[in-house]
């Protein structure tokens, strides 16, 4: 064997192993599909995080003017209020993306119904 054909060789076999580790290697997973569980701690976050910033705020305010409990309240209502406002929002998103993803879905099993008759 020749030096040349021993290179050639070398590099077919090494093309060989970086496919076979390609292969084996795991697949981060899809950030378009996220899971049920996901989606609700999304919200649950969006609601604990509305209140958090009104329970600052409130807190903030009544310490700075020695109102104790006025701001405070009316704070964690408005940021219970903003929480729930975000969470509906989400939720529309995630409707709405689903049912563009379902009516994508419907359309291309159509389409290919439509090509076989």
């Known amino acids: 064997m020749t030096d040349p054909d021993k290179a ?4 077919a076999l ?14 981060p997973p899809a950030d378009e599909h996220y899971s ?10 969006e609601l604990v995080s509305g209140l958090g910033i009104g329970f600052g705020i409130g ?8 109102t104790m409990p006025l701001f405070l309240v009316l704070f964690i209502l408005l940021g219970f209020i903003a929480g729930i406002k975000t969470m509906m929002r989400s ?12 009516a994508a879905h419907d359309d ?10």
């Open 8 to 11: 050639a060789r070398l590099a």
């Open 14 to 27: 090494e093309a060989k192993i970086d496919a076979a580790k390609g292969a084996q290697t795991p697949r």
């Open 36 to 45: 049920g569980a996901q989606h609700a701690w999304r919200m649950v976050i």
């Open 59 to 66: 807190y903030g305010l009544d310490s700075l003017f020695g």
């Open 91 to 102: 939720a529309n998103e995630i409707q709405e993306k689903q049912l563009a993803e379902a």
């Open 108 to 117: 291309t099993a159509q389409s290919g119904d439509d090509e076989g008759a």
